[in-house]
């Protein structure tokens, strides 16, 4: 598997994705990290869909309803967040999904 981050990166990412995941609470083996470790998505896919993930759940809470997956990326598209991300995500820099989301809707 390659990644344009190192290991000890990509594993930092995913522990700050899957901070609400009860197995890191305990410090069990976590299925959802290894899956993603396995699936090989860049650091880039995985913040995204992290972004849309919370995103989903924000508009999900003000809708009252689950608006669903394929909700979430319609309205991410269609707001034109996935711009907004493109534009602000950087391979190089180090910021968290929250800290990327944060610029997302105040831009």
Known sequence: MSFKVSKKQYRKILDDI???EPCL???EYCLLKEI???AGLSKRTL???KCVEKFK??????QGYDIGWEGAFS?????????????????DE???????YKKIMKS
């Open 47 to 49: 913040l995204q869909l």
């Open 75 to 91: 309205h991410w598209v269609d707001l034109k967040y996935a711009y907004k991300f493109a534009k602000i995500y950087d391979e």
């Open 57 to 62: 759940y924000e508009q999900s809470e003000r």
């Open 18 to 20: 899957c901070q609400d």
């Open 36 to 38: 993603i470790l396995s």
């Open 25 to 27: 609470a305990n410090g």
């Open 94 to 100: 180090e910021l968290s999904f929250m800290e990327i």
